[in-house]
Every structure is written in C-alpha cells, then in structure tokens.
C-alpha cells in the first residue's frame, strides 16, 4: 500500500459526513439551498503551469441537489487547454458531478455520479468507499438508491455506471414492523451482497471478488434526543473466509439542537482469509496495482490474513454548529501495523468570513507515534478560505496525489496548487 495522495479542500457549506455525504468538491452546498461558484487561479500539474478557470454551481431546492465541476486549465507554456481534462467523450459527462435526491436513511435516497462515501448496512463489507479517490483524471460515474418503505427495504451503491465494476446491495425486513410492540417492532433482518466484477479492469480474466452476509439490529431507544441501536453482522468472501461483527450505535442530541454526539463501537471476530470492510476508501487503489512490475490484487492479500480479533470505533460530534469532529479506527489483535485511523474536523461557513476543513487517514497503525506520519501510507487534506466580500472567496487549494505512469510502470506524485479568488452566490428555491 505504498501510495498516497495529498489532498487541500475548501469547504464553505457541507454536509454531514454520517450521512455518507462527503464533499470533495472545494465548495460544497447544502440542503435547500443553491449555489454558482467558481474561480479564477493558478495551478501547478506535474511540473507545468497553468491559469484556471473553475466553475463549480450546485443548485438544490427541496431535496433535491444537483452539483458540476467545470474545469478550465490554460497551460502557461504551450498555450492550450489541458488535454487530459477533455481528452474522452466520458469527460463531458463527469462535469455533472452528482445529482441526488434525499440524504441515506431517508425512506427514498438516491444519488448519481461521485460517491464519497459509500456504505451498506453498518459497512461490515462496504465502508466509506470513494469511486473517484485519487486520480481526478479518472473519475467515475456511480449510482445509489436506497428505499425505506416501513417493514422492509433496500440499499443498494455501484461504482461505475459506464463500466461494470463494483455492484452492491443490502436488503432488509421488519417483521414486527406492523405490530404496536415497543421497541421490538423496529428489528430487523437484513442479507447483503458486493461484488467487483473486474477487479483487473481485463474483459478476458476471470478475477471477480464477491462478499456476502446477513445481520440483525434492534433499535432499543429512539426519541428525538437520544438513539441506541445494536446489531450483528455476519460476512464472508466467496472462496475464502469469513468473519462476525457485533456492535452498538449511539446518538445524542442537545436541546435546541446546541450539540450532537454519534458514537460507534464494534467488535470483530475474523477467521482465516477475511478482511473486513473489504470495500473501503482504499479499494480504487488496492484492488489490483502493480508492485515491482508484478500484479498484486487485494484479493491475494486476503489468501495472507490469519484468525484474529479486532475493535472498530467511530466517535462524531458537532458544537453549536460551530465546530465539527469526526474519527474512526480500526485495528486487530495482535497484528502488527494493522491499525487504520480517519480524522476529519471542520468549521463550517457558521462562523463569519471563515471556513476551515481538514481530514487525515493512516494505515499501517502499530505505535502512537505512527498515527501522524506523513508518509507512503497517509492521507491528509487541510483547507483555509476567507470571505472577502460577501459573495467573493478567497482561499488556498493544495493538492497532491497519485497516479499510475505506464511509461515508469510505478505511481507517481501528481501536484496542483491553486490560490483562487472564487465567487459564491447562494439562492434558494421557492415554492409557489
């Protein structure tokens, strides 16, 4: 896993990221409200130059949203547009970047385009995976709908809707939905299947990879203040091992909606050849690369992974709509380097003139003073804007990632760094 990307966002409206709504792009939007961005600036790509012009509306009203990403980038040099910005009939396409309706866990959800964050169930299989990751060249279409119609329902993500690639579902079934029993009307049943299909990206290669599962939860509290729900999950990869999951979530809210808490607590068993959240944020990385020009899929290292035990933790929570912190970690028994952590903190456009975002992954976790390496196995984005005028932004966009060269038959760094100075215009959508 010796890949990295480096990413600066600026984040000016966003949404909660335990909706699985994260927002890469550099100035989201929010529920119900709309609004034409853009920005005029300088990049630096791969040790050329160019002036940009970026275009970035989201138009929302209701519960619907719809978000672009138009990019202009004139190289400084040889005096023409950026080729690999333009350069396939699917790059037209991807200037939408993603059109929903609802948010998850809404009775109907759905969103086309860029997933940021995709999860089934209580991501036992798929957990925050991210069809676009880190090559911005080669950003991908994908789909999620999900239904919630009382005693039974469905979720269901794919990756690419132009290719297919990564396929997955999760259907559920309340079978004492209709009865007036507290708290035991709420159980539920579910069975979850995801696929990829060519982990290879070869037609002529049988590689595909598929995990399935069942689980149960039980909502034991649910009032307007306070949430406890505890569930099971069971999962295992086709041809290979599996695992169990036992878990519980809670969720507090103070009045007059002054705080929020999420917290999230898992418990693993994990046998021979499994590996839990198989689909994760790294899977656009990891499902096949090549190391020393051979080919390693992930499949292969599951065939390495040993019976253990292991703990997953989630802790969210929100200040007076001020300050926003969000944490994972994971990590197994006795393993070394296992530990996987994710850090996001934000300060949304609440606070006058500034917007402040920043997020930190790491793998490899053994000791403490792992945890905040920026290495080969780290993650890290970090964002700063200030409202000049009250529809004028100016921020700093730092980016750095990876990409594949063919030519070098390794991952390289690719590098943008873009000031900008970026108008936003809010509206909103009135019904009549």
Do not use: C
């Not at 480096?6 to 550099?26: D, E, G, H, T």
């Not at 297919?164 to 009865?179: K, Q």
């Not at 007059?256 to 944020?281: C, G, H, K, V, W």
Request: aromatic residues 14%; without cysteine; hydrophobic residues 40%.
């Amino acid at each position: 896993m010796k890949r990295i990307f480096f990413l600066l966002l600026i984040s000016l409206l966003v949404s909660s990221p335990l909706n699985a709504q994260y927002q890469s792009n550099l100035v989201p939007g929010v529920s119900n409200q709309g609004a034409f961005m853009g920005g005029l600036g300088y990049s630096r790509i791969d040790g050329e130059d160019y002036l940009t012009l970026s275009l970035r509306p989201e138009l929302a009203f209701g519960k619907f949203g719809i978000g672009f990403d138009i990019p202009f980038r004139y190289n400084m040099d040889s005096g023409e547009i950026r080729d690999a910005d333009w350069d396939e009939s699917y790059d037209y396409f991807r200037v939408i970047r993603y059109v929903r309706y609802g948010h998850k866990r809404d009775k109907f959800y759905s969103r086309i385009g860029v997933l940021d964050a995709s999860r089934i169930g209580h991501g036992f299989i798929m957990n925050f995976y991210n069809n676009e990751m880190i090559n911005y060249d080669a950003r991908k279409i994908g789909l999620e709908l999900d239904i919630d119609a009382g005693s039974y329902g469905f979720e269901s993500s794919t990756s690419n809707l132009g290719r297919a690639e990564i396929f997955g579902g999760r259907v559920y079934y309340r079978p004492l939905y209709n009865t007036t029993i507290p708290i035991i009307r709420n159980f539920a049943i579910g069975g979850s299947y995801v696929t990829d299909v060519d982990p290879d990206s070869r037609r002529d290669t049988d590689d595909a990879v598929s995990v399935y599962g069942a689980d149960i939860e039980l909502p034991i509290i649910k009032t307007s203040l306070f949430n406890t729900i505890i569930y099971s999950d069971w999962a295992k990869i086709k041809d290979h091992g599996d695992g169990t999951a036992v878990g519980v979530e809670l969720s507090l809210r103070g009045l007059m909606s002054t705080f929020s808490i999420t917290a999230q607590l898992e418990r693993r068993f994990l046998n021979d050849e499994f590996l839990p959240n198989y689909f994760d944020a790294f899977y656009e990385l990891d499902r096949y690369v090549l190391e020393d020009s051979i080919p390693v899929r992930k499949i292969d290292k599951v065939k390495l992974a040993k019976k253990t035990n292991g703990t997953f933790g989630l802790l969210h929570g929100s200040i007076l709509n001020t300050l926003e912190v969000l944490g994972t970690f994971e990590r197994l028994d006795g393993q070394k380097n296992s530990g996987i952590m994710h850090l996001e903190a934000l300060v949304p456009n609440s606070v006058p003139k500034i917007s402040m975002h920043a997020a930190y992954d790491r793998i490899g976790i053994d000791s403490f003073s792992d945890a905040f390496k920026l290495d080969n196995q780290s993650i890290a984005r970090a964002g700063i804007g200030y409202k000049i005028y009250p529809f004028l932004v100016f921020y700093m966009d730092y980016v750095w990632t990876y990409r594949f060269d063919t030519d070098r038959d390794k991952y390289v760094i690719q590098k943008r760094f873009e000031p900008q100075i970026a108008f936003v215009m809010p509206f909103q959508f009135k019904r009549n």
